[in-house]
């Protein structure tokens, strides 16, 4: 299981699944802001359809997750 936690405007990752060689220290991870990016958005959504196939469940908390999370504008992303 995966878990993204935002704190104070960074992420913190924690995973209960990691093995001796895939460590969070290892890893490589990108965070993105779906509440105000309209790109961000966009990207979750293309990820999650990109995965239904070999992780239909992590696909579909995605989705859902991006369709509970309401869309605000901020300033940075107004047009």
């Not at 405007?9 to 060689?21: A, K, N, Q, Y």
Request: glycine residues 2%; hydrophobic residues 40%.
């Amino acid at each position: 299981m995966v878990e993204l936690v935002a704190l104070h405007g960074s992420c913190r990752l924690i995973d209960m699944d990691f093995t001796d060689e895939d460590t969070v220290e290892n890893g490589e991870y990108f965070c993105l802001r779906i509440d105000t990016d309209p790109h961000a958005r966009d990207t979750l959504a293309h990820y999650a359809y990109s995965i239904q196939h070999q992780q239909p469940d992590l696909a579909q908390a995605l989705l859902k997750w991006l369709d509970q999370t309401p869309f605000r504008v901020s300033h940075e992303h107004a047009a």
